[in-house]
């Protein structure tokens, strides 16, 4: 299947990664507020190897965290898309929707107007029975995207993520999930 690079939403580009998104990139993946619900705050190195992951991700797979760029002004604004779930869970192998703003551009919407333009390649060009997403217990802001989009709370899906130490304080995960008949219902409802 051809690979999905270039995607557009109402005041969105969604978009390849460039190396001048760099310095924003990092500049957000340092910021403690961004990264309140993350294990650490990422230095630039490790900014520019998550770039690098995530081109991989679509060269291998053909779709994966787009880069967001505002219509209005241009400015790279963060990520959002579709990537494989990275590690074994009861709920793998799956395919995850997350995201990731900068602070400035937060309680705009543009977390869920991305995140809707994602579920539709999931569901419309990539064929997929359904897509998840997870986060840490605490983290709403990241749970209100998960509900705006149509996405439900799966009750015996929270879980434990094996990437964080026993113990840590973002380790337990709530799980939401969507299948293909309920993102139709939700563009029809
Ligand atoms: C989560 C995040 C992407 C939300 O971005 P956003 O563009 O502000 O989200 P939206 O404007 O699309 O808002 C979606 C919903 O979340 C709500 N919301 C957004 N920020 C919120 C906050 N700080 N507290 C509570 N609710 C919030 C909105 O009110 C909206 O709910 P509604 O549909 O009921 O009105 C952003 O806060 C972020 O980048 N956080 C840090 C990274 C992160 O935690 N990523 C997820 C890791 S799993």
Known sequence: MKPILELESARLLMRPWRDEDLP????????????????ALLSRLESAALIGRIR?????????????????TGAFIGFTGLANVSFDAPFTPAVEIGWRLARRHWGLGFASEAAWTSL???????????????????????????????MQRDPWGDFDHPRLP???????????????DQWRETLHG
């Open 56 to 72: 991989g991700h679509f060269n291998e797979y053909g779709f994966g965290l787009w880069a967001l760029e505002r219509k209005d």
């Open 120 to 150: 539709r390649v999931a569901f419309g060009q990539l064929n997929l029975d359904e897509v998840v997403s997870f986060t840490a217990q605490c983290n709403l802001p990241s749970e209100k995207v998960m509900q705006a989009i149509g």
């Open 24 to 39: 924003e990139f990092a500049a957000m993946s340092a910021d403690p507020q961004v990264m309140r619900y993350f294990p």
């Open 166 to 180: 026993r113990g840590h304080e973002l380790e337990r995960q709530v799980l939401y999930r969507i299948n293909r």
